[in-house]
């Protein structure tokens, strides 16, 4: 590094810790940082090359030239990779797992409650189970997120403990269950309470460590929720014959268990709190940005429609006489395609854009519902191939929305910004 450059870096310093002088190495030739530039211009200007004339402009254009530069070298701060980014992967995987792997799993309880426990009541209304626990994870989440990048790293921890133990004890209880307000208390809202504890900081930590490679390892951490929607329906399939709904459920809860344990040690952050005044009431501010706000109305829309499949699946087959083992096998093999649709679109996504994939995604969505699934009736090879197609595509949009919120924000308000965008899209 040239004399120039160590000059740069300590007048960069030196400004950026709030001093109003400006103090570098004497070099031969002069400094050529941003800021010494600048104020040899206001110097030659003024015709006045005194010390003080040189610090009190300092506080007018220092800020100026520094942030840009700044911003330059955002890039450099973040790890992107590392046993401890990795670690934190690892943790925000299974912290996914437990909420988005039972959540992919929804058609499978779907189909065995409107056939057991809940067989008096119409799908509709055993829906509504479901849609209030994804309300909750979605909703209640704006002030996780906020509380994501006020406070520091033990904050975390006391969530994801808190998220953790409400999702294991909501599994173990479902045991219990035998009415409709059981469900609904049970599954609905302390299963939704506890995955909005859980969601923001699994999406939010990664940001902290990858910028670069952010679709990439978000990408990664998401297939977690697809390889839930693949062992969930495939254990129960298995379970619910042998040991009754009561056990099998105490089993999925014991899984649980077992995620939480890397969840509550890797999930961590990396950059200081923000020092924004932290508030009970939600923070709809960042809507007033107009890419940020129809961002947030694309994603409304998106998850309007997206989860609809994923819920129904196995009870569309049921009801096209295809019975409810090939129910869960479409169900599984959905989330076969979304496991491939979370992993590759991200690595490609880093490369020639995240909103550009997305987009693109999207549109196979449309065409695997009207093209695929509409004309299906009760053909297998036909559902087959929309529940891999569709998964595939739905994949990409579930594990891209987050990183492409990223990219609308600074990084210490990634977590305020996800969960506001998701909380509006919970409304849908």
Known sequence: MGNGEKAEETCIKTTNNGNDSHEHPEIAGGCNCSPCVALDGIKEEHGCNQRASTEHNLAQVGTQYLVP??????????????????????????????VFGVVNSTA????????????????????????????LVFFCGIYVGKVFDAYGPWPLRIMIAAGSTAIVLSMVLLSFCTEYWHFMLDYGVLGGLGGALLNPPAYAAIGHFFKRRCGFATGIA??????????????????????????????????????????????????????????????LTSLKDPKFALCTLG??????????????????TTSQGLGSSFGFTALALLNVGSFFGRLLPGFVADRIGRFNIIIVTIALCVVTVLGIWLPAGDSKAVIIVFAISFGFASGSNLGLLAVCVSQLCKVEDYGRYFATCYSIASLG
């Open 299 to 316: 994603v409304f829309l998106m998850e309007w429609g997206l989860f609809v499949p994923i819920a129904y699946i196995s009870s569309y």
């Open 69 to 98: 530069s700044t911003l330059h070298d955002e890039d450099d701060d973040f790890p992107e990779g590392g046993l401890r980014a990795w670690l934190v992967v690892v943790g925000c995987w299974c912290a996914m797992f437990m």
């Open 222 to 283: 998401c297939t977690s929720g697809s390889l839930g929607g693949i062992i969930i329906p495939f254990m129960l399939q298995a379970l619910l014959p042998k040991i009754g709904f009561a056990w099998s459920t105490r089993v999925l809860g014991l899984l649980l268990l077992v995620t939480a344990i890397p969840a509550n040690l890797f999930v961590t952050k990396r950059l200081p709190p923000d020092t924004k005044e932290l508030t009970v009431f939600p923070d």
């Open 108 to 135: 499978a309880f779907q189909d065995y409650f409107s056939s057991h426990q809940l067989r008096d009541h119409t799908p509709g209304q055993i829906g509504w189970i479901f849609s209030t626990n994804l309300f």
